[in-house]
T-cell receptor
């Protein structure tokens, strides 16, 4: 089983739609959680951190459920510019100061006009 | 300056060549990372440097040799690579190596091994 799992998609949605991505992680000792966005042939860029209390940034809402080891990202009112691969990222501690970023496989979003 | 730069952008090399990838950041970050990303796959961690010392080596073959000459620079020396090593090589940095610190990625070097 992969340490971080995501539905690879693609998710094809019309402009203005609401779309939700899910992610599960297997290491219960994981400490920090993020959503990164990666455009085609570009580097990943941080979209938002994910907290247990949930957090919102404009049209984006991220949620963490530690009990279920589940992370979500909700995008409201999708724009064409939201088309990208969304990577769920988990940081786990492997002893001492050794923290590693583990990426999910990514979910491809294509917003259609 | 919140930027990580990488050179070259593209590199084509033969299996007997020796080349180096370079990464630079001027954000004062003390942790730097090399990742390898194959097409349609997520980045995979290769190496982590923390305060210019190698902190993590993810069992990477010795044909990849990292070097951290100072706190702003990270190199990846390549020798005797295989065609399956063709990928996007991403450098990243963070304030320190810790779970709460965002990693900033460079644009990557797209490597093709013939």
């Amino acid at each position: 089983r992969k340490e971080v799992e995501q539905d690879p998609g693609p998710f094809n949605v019309p402009e203005g739609a609401t779309v939700a991505f899910n992610c599960t992680y297997s290491n219960s000792a994981s400490q920090s959680f993020f959503w990164y966005r990666q455009d085609c042939r570009k580097e990943p860029k941080l979209l938002m951190s994910v907290y247990s209390s949930g957090n919102e940034d404009g049209r984006f809402t991220a949620q963490l459920n530690r009990a279920s080891q589940y992370i979500s990202l909700l995008i409201r009112d999708s724009k064409l510019s939201d088309s990208a691969t969304y990577l769920c990222v988990v940081i786990s501690n492997y002893g001492g100061a050794t923290n590693k970023l583990i990426f999910g496989t990514g979910t491809l979003l294509a917003v259609q006009p | 300056d919140t930027e990580v730069t990488q050179t070259p952008k593209h590199l084509v090399m033969g299996m007997t060549n020796k080349k180096s990838l370079k990464c630079e950041q001027h954000m004062g970050h003390r942790a730097m990372y090399w990742y390898k990303q194959k097409a349609k796959k997520p980045p995979e961690l290769m190496f982590v440097y923390s305060y210019e010392k190698l902190s993590i080596n993810e069992s990477v073959p010795s044909r990849f040799s990292p070097e951290c000459p100072n706190s702003s620079l990270l190199n990846l020396h390549l020798h005797a690579l295989q065609p399956e090593d063709s990928a996007l090589y991403l450098c990243a940095s963070s304030e320190v190596q810790g779970s709460m610190y965002e990693q900033f990625f460079g644009p990557g070097t797209r490597l093709t091994v013939l």
